[in-house]
């Protein structure tokens, strides 16, 4: 369990408004955290906000546009301000560039968003908030991905993959990698960096064609997020262990 000695536990989700996010962030607030809910829209993000504290959490809003460095900024000085450190940082929030992308027709601008939310947010974000981890005593970064960046089960004919994809698959293939390299740079701070596979959940971002619960797929990030000192550092999880790269 990651309990500072100076307060409670401080976690920030991105794109905590809906689907997997937002039960991450249930979760987490299920444990006692306090639990920022990164979201661009203020409506959106308010009623989620209600809803998880109707729910107990002790949940409060955070303005944020992952693709934009001056949000990411403003959502770092609100935690410093309001707690001068960050323990968990959850890179939940994620676009899926419409379906489908073949690659030989890609439309190369939803490749770019796909890439600036996935790829680029999650380092926009990480490095905007990485001082205020420095700051913590157990801090945890848990950064969604999907078994759809992994190059073994792209390249195994007997795997399911789901359709050719020249925007979303890769845009995980890419944050595995650079997760790596988050964990590889960051092994000597304490800092743990792992990648969570929800597995494929009932939510917008597959037009609720996923078979699983938005809350089944919190499950390996709030495991991921309270991994105790010593635990893993730069692997890649589903609920049931860890998953080919
Ligand atoms: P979702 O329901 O579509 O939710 C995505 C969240 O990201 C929303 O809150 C959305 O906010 C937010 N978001 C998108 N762009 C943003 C931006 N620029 N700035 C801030 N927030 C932004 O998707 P989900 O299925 O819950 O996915 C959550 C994570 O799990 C993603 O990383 C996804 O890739 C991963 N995942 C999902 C599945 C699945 O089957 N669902 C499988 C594997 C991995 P708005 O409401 O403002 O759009």
Do not use: I, V, Y
């Given at each position: 369990m990651n309990e500072n000695t100076n307060g409670r536990t401080v976690a920030l989700v991105t794109g905590?408004?809906?689907?997997i996010g937002y039960e991450i962030a249930a979760g987490l607030g299920a444990l006692g955290w306090q639990v920022g809910v990164g979201a661009r829209d203020e409506r959106r993000r308010e009623d989620a906000v209600r809803a998880l504290r109707a729910g107990g959490a002790d949940a409060f809003g955070v303005p944020l546009d992952v693709t934009d460095d001056d949000s990411a900024t403003a959502a770092a000085e609100l935690l410093a301000e309001r707690?001068?450190?960050?323990?968990v940082l959850v890179n939940n929030a994620a676009v899926a560039?419409?379906?489908?992308?073949q690659p030989s027709t890609a439309d190369l601008a939803a490749v770019r968003l796909v890439m600036e939310t996935n790829v680029l947010g999650v380092i926009r974000m990480t490095n905007a908030v990485l001082p205020l981890l420095r700051r913590s005593a157990a801090p945890r970064i848990v950064n969604m991905s999907s078994a759809v960046g992994s190059l073994t089960l792209q390249s195994?004919?007997?795997?399911?993959?789901?359709p050719a994809s020249a925007a979303y698959g890769p845009s995980k293939t890419l944050l595995n990698a650079v997760t790596l390299q988050y964990a590889k740079e960051l092994s000597d701070t304490g800092i743990l960096v792992n990648l969570a596979c929800p597995g494929y959940c009932d939510t917008d971002l597959n037009g609720h064609r996923g078979t699983r619960t938005p809350a089944q797929g919190a499950v390996i990030a709030v495991r991921l997020a309270t991994l105790p000192a010593g635990g893993p550092n730069g692997q890649f999880f589903n609920e049931d262990g860890p998953l080919p790269w």
């Open positions: 905590a408004n809906k689907g707690f001068g450190r960050l323990d560039g419409g379906w489908s992308q195994d004919p007997e795997a399911f993959t789901g």
